[in-house]
């Protein structure tokens, strides 16, 4: 069922529990991603970003994403992740999304607020949630904050009151990407941030977090994690395999389908594993 952020974060929330973003820039990865959550019975988050549109044309994977979330038995919000501008993040809602994530963390902090008011007060004639994000979560750090741009909770209840975002990414040490170093969450930052928030936490840069660093997080408030690399890697690893099976003489495994299996299994093996380390697994059959 197409349903929004609303009605996965509030749960996730209080039952101390997160949904994952699983970011599914092809029918490939949709496939995955939608058979790990019928499988594991889980809400599940799924839709692609801005950064990633030159490999997947927006007008064409929209109808598919949405289509799958309808005819689904588990909850299936249809998210625009790093909007980062404001034309396209127009187009994700006049194509059926049922969320978006506003992106404008790197301007000034009234831009910010401004632009995202904006985009909520749009969204939400539309039926549609909107995340924002308040710091800035970069490519991955060193793991301090030599440039201050670590979420703070005066900033975060403030950005939130002022725009109203039904959802808030903060930065407290976490990367997209591949780290470079170890990641230094800061975790008490977390919890303090999840007391005084109204909206649920978000934590973008969740490939490379060891599992505690996941179970940590999700104590401490954070309510959606947003994977994509670990997704990649695992594809790629499983497409690998098949051409070095072919190379060593046996031309059977290297089929074009057999190949397309092999991804979309490594993939959703991922998702699964995600799902049950976030605590989402049988959510979707609970009130």
């Keep these: 069922m197409l349903v929004n952020?609303?009605?996965?974060?509030k749960k996730a929330r209080a039952g101390r529990y997160a949904v994952g973003l699983f970011n599914t820039h092809d029918t490939d990865m949709l496939e995955a991603a939608m058979c790990a959550a019928e499988e594991a019975r889980s809400p599940?988050?799924?839709?692609?970003a801005e950064i990633l549109l030159p490999y997947g044309d927006l007008p064409l994977l929209a109808p598919a994403f949405i289509a799958?979330?309808?005819?689904?038995?588990?909850?299936?919000?249809?998210?625009?992740?790093?909007?980062?501008?404001?034309?396209?993040?127009?187009e994700a809602l006049k194509l059926g999304f049922s969320s978006v994530m506003y992106d404008a963390s790197a301007k000034p902090y009234a831009d910010n607020v401004a632009e995202t008011a904006e985009v909520?007060?749009?969204?939400?004639?539309?039926?549609?949630?909107?995340?924002?994000?308040?710091?800035?979560?970069?490519?991955?750090?060193?793991?301090?904050?030599?440039?201050?741009?670590?979420?703070?909770?005066?900033?975060?209840?403030?950005?939130?009151?002022?725009?109203?975002?039904?959802?808030?990414?903060?930065?407290?040490?976490n990367?997209?990407?591949?780290?470079?170093?170890?990641?230094?969450?800061?975790?008490?930052?977390?919890?303090?941030?999840?007391?005084?928030?109204?909206?649920?936490?978000?934590l973008h840069g969740g490939s490379g977090l060891s599992d505690d660093d996941f179970r940590n997080a999700i104590a401490r408030g954070i309510a959606k994690l947003n994977i994509?690399?670990?997704?990649?890697?695992?594809g790629m690893r499983a497409m690998r395999e098949q051409c070095a099976a072919h190379d060593?003489?046996?031309?059977?495994?290297?089929?074009?389908?057999?190949?397309?299996?092999?991804?979309?299994?490594a993939i959703k093996k991922v998702i699964l594993e995600k799902m049950e380390l976030?605590?989402?697994?049988?959510?979707?059959?609970?009130?």
């Design 248 to 265: 060593a003489g046996k031309p059977d495994t290297w089929d074009y389908l057999d190949t397309r299996k092999a991804k979309v299994e």
């Design 175 to 202: 990367a997209h990407g591949v780290y470079k170093a170890k990641p230094n969450l800061q975790l008490d930052r977390i919890a303090e941030l999840g007391a005084a928030v109204a909206a649920p936490l978000v």
């Design 44 to 48: 599940i988050i799924i839709g692609t």
């Design 120 to 173: 909520v007060k749009i969204a939400h004639a539309f039926g549609a949630t909107v995340e924002g994000e308040i710091g800035h979560v970069g490519s991955a750090p060193e793991g301090d904050d030599r440039n201050g741009r670590y979420t703070t909770v005066g900033e975060a209840v403030d950005f939130q009151t002022k725009t109203g975002v039904d959802a808030l990414a903060v930065a407290v040490g």
């Design 278 to 287: 976030f605590g989402s697994v049988g959510r979707a059959d609970r009130a």
């Design 228 to 234: 994509h690399t670990d997704m990649v890697l695992a």
């Design 68 to 90: 799958a979330a309808r005819r689904a038995s588990v909850p299936v919000v249809v998210h625009y992740d790093h909007g980062l501008t404001f034309e396209k993040t127009m």
């Design 5 to 9: 952020l609303d009605s996965v974060l």
